[in-house]
């Protein structure tokens, strides 16, 4: 008898812990204000974000004119606030990504990154702009880079 009442003991333990796990942590405070969506009066918003699923599960660094930015991952997002004009959003490393876009004050941008691996080269990020309704659902799904 006191074996069977072991036994139901650890099975109701491993089953709480099996729903912790499961359970979804809250929202950041930094992930709730950049889900805001406040633009910036002298400055240009960019949002880039990795949709879950992507076709590359691993991170995938990127860059803004040269200077590192971030790693994202699949459900991830980053929120950048920029000076107006031309910018170059980039894979680091071997990831050859690559877009240009021009950027202007006051003005919110979405930037969907997608990480695709080649059967004979590292992966390489996809960079492509969405309108404002995509983005904002696509980055309202996903987490914020660093905030945890």
Known sequence: MLLRGFWIRVAIVAAALWAGACAQLPPSPQDLQA????????????YV??????FVDDGAPITVD???QATTY???YLR??????????AGFASDAGVIELELQA????????SVVR???????????????????????RSELVGAR
């Open 74 to 76: 699949p459900g991830t």
């Open 35 to 46: 889900k805001r969506f406040e633009p910036v009066p002298d400055k240009a918003v960019l």
């Open 80 to 89: 950048l606030e920029l000076a107006p004009g031309r910018h170059r959003v």
């Open 106 to 113: 006051g003005h919110i941008g979405f930037l969907q990154q």
């Open 118 to 140: 080649s059967f004979i080269g590292p992966a390489r990020s996809h960079f492509r702009p969405v309108d404002e309704a995509y983005g904002r659902q696509a980055v309202l």
């Open 49 to 54: 974000f990795r949709d879950r699923p992507d």
């Open 66 to 68: 040269g200077l590192m």
